[in-house]
């Protein structure tokens, strides 16, 4: 069957039409991907991270107390129920150092405390005559070791702690200048009778317990 030429002329038009159509939408269609590509790659979300829940480990402590004396401390607290410290300072009278551990069960709050410590040998005179209680050889050296049994409270848990410790403790130390701190008989003291004398061969040791008590801080660092 032999078409006709107008028929065929309608139909080669078509064709044409539709082929330069479709060159047409397929370089459009590129374009509009790669345009979409580039604003997708160019938007870009920032992630919040999550805040963390790990509480800082070190911290500088600082705390005054009886027979503890002023202390500051680095403190370390390696999970939230469990703190360890150890420092240097002062009772007025020689220089000492202190380390311990504190048991918190609830991270804040109640909590349980014990202490070593010890005070080298210092003249007591100044802070005894500042007290009213005069001076005496004895004085001279004062020194002692301690060690605090406490039960307290801890406020605040993350970077600033505040607490209040109070318990008992236990002193040692050694009694120096003792033969010097005897008063000698003299001629008119009736009571003496002979030539009796005292003599000292070594310092003696003395022990003492009581109640004792603390407070202080302690920031958080790192």
């Not at 001629?187 to 040791?205: E, H, K, L, R």
Request: charge should be positive; aromatic fraction near 8%.
């Amino acid at each position: 069957m032999e078409m006709k030429p107008a028929m065929q002329r309608t139909i080669s038009a078509a064709l044409a039409t539709a082929a330069l159509l479709a060159g047409i939408s397929r370089p459009a269609s590129a374009e509009s991907a790669e345009a979409m590509q580039e604003s997708l790659s160019l938007v870009s979300v920032t992630a919040v991270p999550a805040p963390s829940k790990r509480l800082p480990l070190f911290g500088v402590m600082a705390d005054v107390g009886v027979p503890d004396g002023l202390i500051g401390s680095l403190a370390i607290r390696p999970w939230s129920w469990v703190r360890f410290c150890a420092g240097g300072g002062t009772n007025s009278i020689s220089r000492g150092w202190r380390t311990g551990i504190t048991l918190l069960p609830f991270g804040a709050g109640p909590s349980a405390s014990l202490e070593y410590g010890r005070y080298q040998d210092g003249d007591a005179n100044a802070l005894a005559k500042a007290l009213g209680l005069g001076s005496s050889p004895m004085l001279d050296r004062v020194g002692y070791d301690y060690m605090n049994a406490h039960l307290g409270l801890d406020f605040g848990s993350r970077r600033f702690v505040f607490f209040i410790h109070g318990g008992v403790s236990m002193l040692h130390g050694q009694i120096h200048n003792l033969a010097a701190s005897i008063p000698a008989p003299t001629a008119s003291d009736t009571s003496v009778q002979g030539t009796t004398q005292v003599i000292v061969a070594q310092d003696p040791s003395a022990r003492a317990m009581g109640p004792s008590v603390k407070l202080g801080f302690i920031v958080y660092v790192r």
